[in-house]
């Protein structure tokens, strides 16, 4: 996905930029960047940081990186943020998108005469062409409403100007945009908790197509929020860091509520509830609570030498990395029932691999419980999965299987209800595909109650492909 960091201050921004933007490596494992602006101009630094983390390729250069205003980035995906000289002036633009309607708008942008750099997989930067619309309109503050509502997908963006920072949330409001502020500074993020060991309060969250512009003292808002929001569940099951809040809901809390009602509607006999890690454990802590089942760490992940960004594009190495990564607890698990929590199954193949690993160490029965409903319509709003395909989504692998082919969305339906025949054998097939001992699935209702905010308002896309 990615995630972004930007500070406008009247000190040098450099510290707060470096470490706000490091806050949110979670969010990217491909590329970060940092551009500032003061005395001396417009001045930026992009890396590679798929085999390192953040903070070791820019420490070094971070002291030539002066100015009072200042945006950052961690991408998983495109080289941003860019510098672009325009009509609007020279500005620095980073984003958080996903673009399903690139190659239209590259081509009506191309009819014009301008031409795009192509990125290393021979597509376009998207954060170029976001720039590209934007330099379509006369004033920038159009550029970014026409941004906003020419893009089928999502945007959330960052512009760095020499009068201050434009902040812009995605029109639908899939992914978040946080201000926070402080004597002589204020800032805009994606994680809300990026800003407060920097001894920044949290201002407010931007709305649905809000548009805002700030320098260190003042915060305007320039186009006001819409009234429709579908922002990302997936940010409190899975992306979003424990100390995250959105819409005023903690992340950690939510999985805690997931896993008290995940154990509510659940009768298996297991003799310890583990989560997988590290998204998964505060899910099954709040399972173990509920259920009385003890709460135990019975594999660990090892990463003091492994890098989240240490992460191969090619599936089955990446498959043999994530299980090199995991080291077991024999003590905890021989001849033991365990029931683990995952915050989802994609392909199934990283879970099937736990499961063997599980059994191969000594376990007697291995009980699956995702937190969150099985996945059947690939995410169309942010880059969630990207590499894989929809047809490689093991429910869809399943219910082709049981189908005898490809499905109709009037089908898939009868498969995303819990309370449906169909959904009952395509769990069992699941579960049989990947060998647990028993798999049960928290309930699309039961995942928003989760939440605890007008159900409305959270995209469910990927589990019933309503839009």
């Known amino acids: 996905m990615g995630g972004f960091f930007g500070v406008a201050s009247k000190q040098n921004c450099n510290f707060d930029l470096f470490f706000g933007t490091d ?64 009509h609007h002036g020279t500005f620095a633009i980073t984003t958080v998108s996903k673009i399903n309607n690139a190659e239209e708008l590259a081509k009506e942008i191309l009819e014009d005469g301008t031409h795009f750099f192509e990125m290393s997989n021979g597509e376009i930067n998207p954060t170029e062409l976001v720039a590209s619309l934007i330099n379509q309109k006369a004033n920038l503050i159009e550029g970014i409403q026409y941004a906003l509502e020419a893009i089928d997908g999502s945007l959330s963006l960052l512009i760095l100007t020499p009068m201050g920072i434009y902040a812009a949330r995605d029109k639908m409001g899939r992914t978040p945009v946080i201000l926070g502020k402080k004597d002589g500074a204020r800032c805009a993020c994606f994680e809300s908790y990026s800003f407060l060991n920097l001894e920044y309060q949290k201002d407010r969250e931007l709305g649905p197509g809000e548009i805002v512009v700030f320098d260190e003292n003042t915060c305007r808002t320039l186009v006001r929020p819409g009234s429709e929001m579908k922002i990302c569940t997936f940010l409190w099951v899975y992306y979003g860091y424990p100390a995250a809040s959105y819409e005023g809901v903690n992340v950690e809390e939510m999985r805690y509520n997931c896993g008290r009602l995940l154990a509510g509607r659940d009768n298996v006999e297991a003799d310890i509830v583990a989560g997988v890690p590290d998204s998964g454990t505060a899910h099954a802590i709040g399972y173990a609570n509920a259920s009385g089942i003890p709460f135990s760490r019975p594999f660990v992940k090892y990463t003091p030498t492994w890098p989240r960004s240490f992460m191969p594009t090619i599936q089955t190495q990446r498959n043999l990395i994530a299980h090199m990564k995991l080291l077991a607890v024999h003590e905890l698990i021989q001849g033991k029932r365990l029931l683990l929590i995952d915050d989802s199954i994609v392909r199934g193949t990283q879970m099937r691999e736990t499961t063997e690993f599980l059994y191969e160490s000594g376990a007697k029965e291995v009980h699956i419980r995702p937190a969150c409903p099985p996945l059947l ?53 699941i579960r049989k595909k990947l060998n647990f001992t028993s798999l049960r699935y928290h309930r699309l209702d039961d995942m928003l109650e989760s939440v605890g905010i007008d159900p409305d308002k959270l995209c469910t896309y990927c589990w019933n492909g309503k839009e």
Do not use: W
């Open 23 to 86: 806050y949110h490596s979670h969010l990217g494992t491909r590329r970060a960047g940092m551009a500032v602006y003061g005395e001396q101009g417009f001045s930026k630094s992009i890396h590679s940081i798929e085999n390192t983390q953040f903070r070791t390729k820019f420490e070094k250069e971070l002291a030539n990186l002066e100015g009072n205003y200042g945006i950052g980035c961690i991408s998983d995906f495109e080289a941003q943020p860019i510098l672009v000289r325009s």
């Open 377 to 429: 319509f690939g995410c169309k709003y942010l880059n969630f999965s990207r590499s894989s395909s929809e047809m490689e989504l093991i429910g869809r692998v399943v219910i082709n299987e049981l189908e005898g082919g490809e499905v109709t969305d009037e089908v898939l339906q009868e498969y995303a209800d819990p309370d449906s025949e169909k959904y009952e054998k395509m769990v069992e097939g």
